[in-house]
């Protein structure tokens, strides 16, 4: 049987203790996890009920919560690199801090771009969606700042014909109902408030209709959300315009999930919160969530 990788995220943030209080909630059974992490940072966190097998990554430097570190970034690294390389049936991970990847020269905007390094064949693409339950959201652009985001119709066309896929083959949805953001405030208001929906967004809807994609023109995202569970996933230009609802609506429960490779990844929606790591005070939900989505 192949196992879930799960990886345990930064040292020094709270990965670890989220991962032993999820497994602990959640029971399973050895045959179905791998750790891809260290005992030592394990020890420290706390103490797993059930004797998984633990894929040791090396960490020589000392644990110190809340501290950002090289030695961090690289064992964040190191850690999901081999997830990668070890055949999963599916990964799960905690937290990385993305500037402690930085600081061991790791060159990378989050976990999303390392599996797509390393997992991604024939042109495939790693997408981010975000999973709450029947509220879904997609990501067109990352982690990229406002100012650098480039949306062609090529990428809109090539990214939710790939959503509409993962959903009839991984999901079993026919025919799913997809919502567009438009970019603009109110949808750029016919061309007066931004033109992106006119030359890119509504040029790319054509030809996925004409591919037999069911989606919306581009809708003023200030009210779509309100109908998000009207469809089977909402479609965001960039990060806060598709995160801030989701998040707000389902907290702790959103669940990163990333498609368009041959496994799926999920980790929890929020970060490594340096701020309360190494207290035993995290709330795991997120890190159970993650884990039950590739069950």
Do not use: W
């Amino acid at each position: 049987m192949r196992k879930i990788a799960i990886t345990t995220g930064d040292p020094n943030g709270i990965g670890a203790e989220i991962t032993i209080k999820a497994l602990n909630h959640l029971n399973l059974t050895p045959d179905m996890v791998v750790l891809v992490s260290n005992r030592k940072v394990l020890d420290f966190y706390g103490e797993l009920n059930c004797a998984y097998e633990v894929i040791e990554i090396p960490y020589d430097a000392e644990i110190k919560p809340g501290e950002l570190s090289k030695d961090a970034g690289e064992f964040s690294f190191q850690s999901v690199k081999k997830a990668c390389e070890i055949g999963a049936a599916a990964i799960v991970t905690a937290p990385v801090a993305k500037n402690a990847l930085y600081l061991a020269g790791h060159k990378f905007n989050g976990q999303t771009e390392i599996l797509q390094k390393y997992l991604a064949h024939d042109k495939q693409l790693a997408e981010m969606l975000f999973v709450a339950g029947k509220f879904r959201v997609l990501l067109l652009t990352r982690h990229v700042a406002l100012k650098d985001i480039n949306l062609t119709k090529e990428i809109v066309v090539e990214k939710i014909s790939n959503l509409k896929y993962f959903f009839e083959k991984k999901l079993g949805i026919v025919n799913p109902k997809f919502a567009l953001c438009g970019f603009n405030p109110h949808a750029g208001e016919d061309g007066i408030l931004g033109r992106e929906e006119i030359e890119i967004l509504i040029p790319a809807v054509e030809i996925l209709r004409n591919n037999g994609v069911n989606i919306t023109n581009p809708l003023p995202a200030d009210t779509l959300f309100i109908k998000a569970l009207d469809y089977d996933c909402c479609i965001a230009n960039y990060h806060d315009q598709g995160l801030i609802p989701i998040k707000t609506v389902a907290g702790d429960k959103t669940v990163n999930m990333t498609i368009g490779l041959d496994i799926i990844r999920t980790s929890p929606g929020h970060g490594t919160a340096f701020d309360i790591a190494g207290k035993n005070i995290a709330n795991p939900t997120g890190m159970i969530e993650a884990i039950k989505a590739v069950l």
